[in-house]
T-cell receptor
Framework: GIQVEQSPPDLILQEGANSTLRCNFSDSVNNLQWFHQNPWGQLINLFYIPSGTKQNGRLSATTVATERYSLLYISSSQTTDSGVYFCAVPLLYSGGGADGLTFGKGTHLIIQP | NAGVTQTPKFRVLKTGQSMTLLCAQDMNHEYMYWYRQDPGMGLRLIHYSVGEGTTAKGEVPDGYNVSRLKKQNFLLGLESAAPSQTSVYFC?????????????????FGPGTRLTVL
């Protein structure tokens, strides 16, 4: 199956700083999603981004499918950005996502006031 | 819309006991999933369903069974719980056939069920 690696595993920043989180995957994909798991455990979908760039407020994401990586940018960090950020791709190469997702181990982000 | 809901939120079992976790979604989604999350790990797929009456195995299906008798509900059963099944269980859903968009495979997650098996 597809392997997903995220870096860095941990990141501690001061409020107002910018950060870049990286996701590498081992095979071509047609579906990539970024999630934020808040300190209470809730998983929120941030982006569905199989290729290209998307922006949503202070967050943006870029996926370069041909080079098998995706980046999540967080600008002007706030304490509410703390939590774990996961990227996920289809479990099966042939799947568009119907077969479920495989997740990286996540980046644990702590934003200090 | 309530989105994806899970029942119960917490449960403690003894080894060998059985239980059923209920997932419900009100988004008219075709696909539903059960994942487990262990400390320091990403989520791993247990079972999934691509429609009412269908189920399929994911990465870690052993020790679990599922049923999808109604489109909006997806049940996860543990017939004989083991300590290795102590985990947080998440249900997710995706794909509304009637509102097919470019983001149609976006998965929406429930709040999770924290299960401890002693």
């Amino acid at each position: 199956g597809i392997q997903v690696e995220q870096s860095p595993p941990d990141l501690i920043l001061q409020e107002g700083a910018n950060s870049t989180l990286r996701c590498n995957f081992s095979d071509s994909v047609n579906n990539l999603q970024w999630f934020h798991q808040n300190p209470w455990g809730q998983l929120i979908n941030l982006f569905y981004i199989p290729s290209g760039t998307k922006q949503n407020g202070r967050l943006s994401a870029t996926t370069v499918a041909t080079e098998r990586y995706s980046l999540l940018y967080i600008s002007s960090s706030q304490t509410t950005d703390s939590g774990v950020y996961f990227c996920a791709v289809p479990l099966l190469y042939s799947g568009g996502g119907a077969d479920g997702l495989t997740f990286g181990k996540g980046t644990h982000l702590i934003i200090q006031p | 819309n309530a989105g994806v809901t899970q029942t119960p939120k917490f449960r403690v079992l003894k080894t060998g006991q059985s239980m059923t976790l209920l997932c419900a979604q009100d988004m008219n989604h075709e696909y539903m999933y059960w994942y487990r999350q262990d400390p320091g790990m990403g989520l791993r797929l247990i079972h999934y369903s691509v429609g009412e009456g269908t189920t399929a195995k994911g990465e870690v299906p052993d020790g679990y069974n599922v049923s999808r008798l109604k489109k909006q509900n997806f049940l996860l059963g543990l017939e004989s719980a083991a300590p290795s099944q102590t985990s947080v269980y998440f249900c997710a859903s995706s794909y509304d056939e009637e509102w097919h968009t470019i983001n149609t495979d976006t998965q929406y997650f429930g709040p999770g069920t924290r299960l401890t098996v002693l």
